[in-house]
């Protein structure tokens, strides 16, 4: 079993809906949450960071963290064309030890 | 946050040759790691470069087929040595942030060998 588990995808939405993406994890002593955008041809870039169970807002962006079920979730709120992407789920699991989802292909159609 | 460049931005090599990817942070920084993207993995960690010693490599990943360089606190370097066709990737520099765990990332190098 893989410790991060991410759809694929793609996920294709119309423009304006409210998207959601899903990582589950098994070690339950990671403690540190972090959501990544990266665009085709280029590094992740950071969205979301979270360390504890619940939810933090910035923007359209949501992250939600749900330890006691190691789920966590990105929404994303009126999704834009621009927010085409693949998204990573990323866990802090020790010093230096980052464990990665396998991203999760997002389109939003205008 | 940190402002990492990373160049070559892509290369087409040939088998057996060796490319080396440099990557320059705009702070000083204690660490800075090595990944690789392979086409629906996950972000594989190659090694961590420390200033002023050997880099820690992990499971998977050696030094003579990874040499990677750490002369001073803002820069790093990464060779990928005697190429194959499998050693086509994208390969990302990374460092922490400064006060807390996250993770930022350099623009990436999508290496493709023929």
């Known amino acids: 079993q893989k410790e991060v588990e991410q759809d694929p995808g793609p996920l294709s939405v119309p423009e304006g809906a409210i998207v959601s993406l899903n990582c589950t994890y098994s070690?339950?002593?990671?403690?540190?949450f972090m959501w990544y955008r990266q665009y085709s041809r280029k590094g992740p870039e950071l969205l979301m960071y979270t360390y504890s169970s619940g939810n933090k807002e910035d923007g359209r962006f949501t992250a939600q963290v749900d330890k006691s079920s190691k789920y966590i979730s990105l929404f994303i709120r009126d999704s834009q064309p621009s927010d085409s992407a693949t998204y990573l789920c990323?866990?802090?699991?020790?010093?230096?030890?980052?464990?990665f989802g396998t991203g999760t292909r997002l389109k939003v159609l205008a | 946050s940190a402002v990492i460049s990373q160049k070559p931005s892509r290369d087409i090599c040939q088998r057996g040759t060796s490319l080396t990817i440099q990557c320059q942070v705009d702070s000083q920084v204690t660490m800075m790691f090595w990944y690789r993207q392979q086409p629906g993995q996950s972000l594989t960690l190659i090694a961590t470069?420390?200033?002023?010693?050997?880099?820690?490599?992990e499971s998977g990943f050696v030094i003579d087929k990874f040499p990677i360089s750490r002369p001073n606190l803002t820069f790093s370097t990464l060779t990928v040595s005697n190429m194959s066709p499998e050693d086509s990737s994208i390969y990302l520099c990374s460092v922490e942030g400064r006060s807390d765990e996250k993770l930022f990332f350099g623009s990436g190098t999508q290496l493709s060998v023929l």
């Open positions: 990323a866990m802090e699991g020790g010093t230096y030890k980052y464990i």
């Open positions: 470069a420390n200033q002023g010693s050997e880099a820690t490599y």
């Open positions: 070690n339950s002593a990671f403690q540190y």
